[in-house]
């Protein structure tokens, strides 16, 4: 079975940044997207990239500020976010899969992270 262990989340100013990262603990499983979930709305993605980093997508309200990242040799993912606004205010989970490819959607993901809580104050 595979954990997924997220770490970074916390409580920031507006305009500040933050870096989630999340590592997989099984090689054969590699963290490729993040989605986060804001209170009363739905999980949405924010942001997904190949094994390879080559192909990358981010959501329209996440570009220009966010920057999601692999390091293949840690099996480590990351979501760099900076000029963060109060609508960014999620719990944000990462999400890992068995395959290369890009991914957007929550379906065809094999595995999640517990979720860490992004909080940004005005």
């Known amino acids: 079975q595979v954990q997924l262990v997220e770490t970074g989340g916390g409580l920031v100013r507006a305009g500040g940044s933050l870096r989630l990262s999340c590592a997989a603990t099984e090689r054969a499983t590699y963290p490729m997207g993040w989605f986060r979930q804001a209170p009363r709305k739905e999980r949405e993605i924010v942001a997904a990239t190949s094994w390879s980093g080559g192909n990358l997508y981010y959501t329209d309200s996440v570009k220009g500020r966010f920057t999601i990242s692999r390091d293949n040799a840690k099996n480590t993912m990351y979501l760099q976010m900076n000029s963060l606004k109060p609508e960014d205010t999620a719990v944000y989970y990462c999400?890992?899969?068995?395959?290369?490819?890009?991914?957007?959607?929550?379906?065809?993901?094999?595995?999640w992270g517990q979720g860490t809580q992004v909080t940004v104050s005005s």
């Open positions: 999400a890992a899969r068995k395959s290369f490819s890009l991914l957007t959607t929550e379906r065809g993901y094999d595995a």
